[in-house]
């Protein structure tokens, strides 16, 4: 992979027997089409993320894949400041539709290219994003829960 993608591959590395890269965000998805095509990784079997709130890319967008024909999994990460887009990788892996909305809602990350990018755990119109770990792990849209539940939060 470093032969093919020279600075876009930042880290490379195993840990407990786990390979994984660290990739810069700009080329993630063509990355991901070569780990499908080339590298037969065929299955994304989840896409989360973490936040950093101290770092300037304060993100790390995870992808956790899956070869059925090497048994194999391989970690890859992408680190995204807040504000700042990845490219959607649904055209590599369909899976990665509801996963990418689900960081969308919990993180606020924006996946640009993205086919139907809303919530899909919380409501519309929700504010705020609760896996940010500048939210108080309490805080909840009290607006929300008054106007759409009309009962006052307990929180």
Wanted: with cysteine.
């Amino acid at each position: 992979m470093k032969t093919r993608f020279g600075a876009a591959i930042l880290e490379a590395s195993t840990f407990l027997g786990q390979n994984y890269f660290v990739v810069e965000a700009a080329r993630i998805e063509e990355i991901c089409f070569f780990l499908r095509d080339d590298e037969q990784y065929n299955m994304l079997a989840d896409l989360t993320a973490v936040d950093y709130p101290k770092k300037d890319k304060r993100f790390e967008v995870v992808y956790q894949l899956y070869s059925f024909p090497k048994n194999e999994r391989l970690r890859v990460k992408a680190a995204v400041a807040d504000n700042e887009p990845i490219s959607t990788v649904v055209k590599v892996w369909i899976a990665a539709n509801w996963l990418e909305r689900e960081a969308y809602d919990m993180f606020g990350i924006t996946f640009a290219g993205h086919p139907d990018l809303r919530r899909i755990l919380l409501p519309e119109g929700w504010q705020g994003f609760p896996l940010r770990k500048d939210q108080h792990i309490l805080q909840q849209d009290d607006q929300w829960v008054r106007e759409n539940l009309n009962i006052e939060s307990g929180q």
